[in-house]
Structure formats: structure tokens, C-alpha cells
């Protein structure tokens, strides 16, 4: 993410890098880390025993890991969400009623975020997770949202983290996408045809308020071999469509 604060402190950009490497290192020791980030061990090791003071990290032997503690933030920053109160019941039924996974995304700074993930009978179980940060441009739900942002938001979000291919069907081509986004626009729903994940497919729908602002997106997601035809363009897109209108009149009228 571009560095956009006039006076920030490097420390905490430090311990946050930290952090960072921890998740993506599946957990660390000072050396590997200082090895990482090309710091002097001491320093590393500064940082990780504030953090583990703080409670934010735990120590297994030499190897350091992010802390559960970080869930109680996360509880309180998705408690805090109206849309997450109002759409977290009818994801739910949307998985009950389909058999497959049913998610909710927000955006927040750029990335997609996972709110809620509800699972049906047949679910498939896939790598993400709630609280799950990805681009937007590589899911049903991400393109969703996008479709119905302003272009000029679009093109600055495509300009901080860039069109990443995940898989050889993933949109990397801007004008591409913008081709997509006005077709997702017009129809009310957008496929992701293993675009993220091989063998997943998914259709998902934008939240609206009344005045036409993005909330978010719902999705139903389901293994290649299931989800197709006319049971993922006909059926499941009916189930998203209703499941979506009640949450948007439930978000009008709440």
C-alpha cells in the first residue's frame, strides 16, 4: 500500500512490516526475520518483544506468531459495520437454501475484505477466510463492488495494487476489466470463472443503498464441476438476487 501519512512513524510502519511478515512467514525467530528485512537481529528482536509484551504476538520456543488478540480488533471493527448486523442472517440462508459457500465483502482501502463466510451442506472448503484482505479485481464479489464505484476510484485502486494474476483466467488487462465492469453494471450480477481459485466458480451481487451507493456484495460460490450452466446463471442467481433485495430494503428501512 502507497505510504500516504505526512509525518509517520517509522516505528510503527516497522512493527506493522513485522507483523506482515510474520502472517506471510506462517511464523518467524528474530534470525529469519533479520534475515527478511536485511535488520540487525537486535533490532528485529526489539520489536518482537514490545509486541509480545503488548500481547500481540505469542512465542512458541524461538518462533513468534500473530496473537489472537488481534480477533478481539477485528470482532469490534465488524460488530461496528451496520451491513455486516443486517446481511450476516441471509448469507446464512443463502448457504442453507443453495448447499454452497455464501460470502459477504466490503471495501476498505482498496482491497476486498471478507465480513462474513456461511457454509451449506456441500460447501466446498476454500483458502480464505473472514478477514481476508484480496484485490478486488480477481473475485465475483470484488468486481461486483467495483462495477459500481466511480471509474476514476477504480483507476486509483488499479494504480496502488495492480491487476495480479492468480490463475490464467484472471482479469490483468485494464481496459479489460472496465469492459467487464460496465457489463456487470447493467446486469446486476458478476461471475468469477476460477479467476482467484482453480476449479471455483461464483456469481455475486452489489449491495446498493437507495441512493445507489456500493455497501457491498454477496456471493455463492461452488466447485467447477456443480456450479455451471444453468444452475449457477439461472438458480443461484435467482437465490443471490432475493437474498440481496431483502438485505438492501432491510438496510433502507432498519
Not at 478486488?136 to 464505484?149: D, E, F, M, N
Not at 446498493?208 to 466447485?223: D, E, I, Q, T, W
Request: some cysteine; aromatic content about 6%; proline content about 3%.
Amino acid at each position: 500500500m502507497a505510504k500516504e501519512a505526512k509525518n509517520a512513524v517509522k516505528s510503527i510502519e516497522t512493527a506493522f512490516d513485522v507483523l506482515d511478515a510474520l502472517v506471510e512467514l506462517d511464523g518467524a525467530g528474530s534470525t529469519e526475520l533479520a534475515r527478511h528485512f536485511g535488520m540487525p537481529k537486535s533490532t528485529v528482536h526489539n520489536y518482537l518483544s514490545t509486541l509480545l509484551q503488548e500481547e500481540l504476538v505469542v512465542k512458541d520456543g524461538s518462533t513468534y506468531r500473530v496473537g489472537i488478540r488481534f480477533l478481539e480488533y477485528g470482532a469490534y471493527a465488524r460488530q461496528r459495520l451496520n451491513i455486516f448486523e443486517i446481511a450476516n442472517p441471509e448469507v446464512d440462508k443463502l448457504a442453507e437454501s443453495t448447499g454452497e459457500l455464501a460470502n459477504l465483502m466490503i471495501e476498505e482501502h482498496g482491497r476486498g475484505s471478507y465480513l462474513h463466510r456461511a457454509r451449506g451442506e456441500d460447501a466446498v472448503r476454500v483458502e480464505a477466510h473472514v478477514g481476508t484482505r484480496v484485490p478486488l479485481h480477481s473475485t465475483g464479489l470484488g468486481k461486483a463492488i467495483l462495477a459500481h464505484l466511480p471509474d476514476e476510484r477504480v483507476e486509483e485502486i488499479i494504480d496502488e495494487h495492480g491487476l495480479k494474476q492468480f490463475t490464467p483466467n484472471t482479469i490483468t488487462d485494464r481496459e479489460r476489466l472496465f469492459t467487464e465492469l460496465r457489463e456487470i453494471h447493467d446486469s446486476g450480477l458478476a461471475f468469477d470463472e476460477e479467476e482467484r481459485l482453480r476449479g471455483l466458480r461464483c456469481v455475486a451481487a452489489p449491495i446498493l443503498s437507495n441512493n445507489g451507493r456500493v455497501l457491498g456484495a454477496v456471493s455463492v460460490s461452488g466447485p467447477t464441476n456443480r456450479v455451471r450452466g444453468d444452475y449457477l446463471e439461472d438458480e443461484l442467481a435467482q437465490r443471490l438476487k432475493e437474498t440481496v433485495n431483502v438485505i438492501e430494503l432491510n438496510v433502507t428501512y432498519s
